[in-house]
């Protein structure tokens, strides 16, 4: 029974990393945790999980833990932490695409529906969440 739910618990954060993976076009396990990314982030002192630390919580497929972190919406785009990977993951695109999958209730898009939305939702979405919903529409 133990193994069972050990294999079950690997697939479901395999699915996971494939989720981010799949919605950010990177590759979360090329990550090493050099730390950079955190290192040179702006809003760093702001977060309750660095952006290294959320690379690895995606690694480990943490869903829960991960999406309920303040740190997905402190995140300003600012794309230091891209620059400075020395493994050339876009970590700013992996943290949109936490964003969109905690604002997502479906499991098949890959991108916030905006203008499907209730205007009661609108009126309490995270001005960042609009910004990178309407970054994948433009890009």
């Known amino acids: 029974m133990e193994t069972t739910l050990r294999i079950t618990s690997a697939h479901a954060g395999s699915s996971f990393v494939a989720r981010i993976e799949k919605i950010s076009g ?60 020395p493994k050339d ?15 997502n209730t479906g499991e098949r898009n890959d991108h916030l529906e905006i203008l499907e939305m209730t205007p009661e939702a609108r009126s309490v979405l995270p001005p960042i969440a609009m910004i990178s919903a309407m970054r994948k529409l433009t890009s």
């Open 89 to 103: 993951i876009r970590i700013a695109e992996v943290i949109e695409a936490l964003r969109k999958t905690a604002l």
């Open 26 to 85: 990177q590759k979360l396990l090329a990550c090493y945790q050099c730390g950079k990314c955190s290192a040179g982030c702006p809003m760093a002192a702001y977060m309750d999980v660095l952006p290294n630390q959320m690379i690895r919580m995606a690694q480990l497929g943490m869903r829960q833990q991960l999406l309920a972190t303040r740190s997905i919406w402190m995140c300003v785009s600012c794309l230091t932490c891209n620059s400075r990977c």
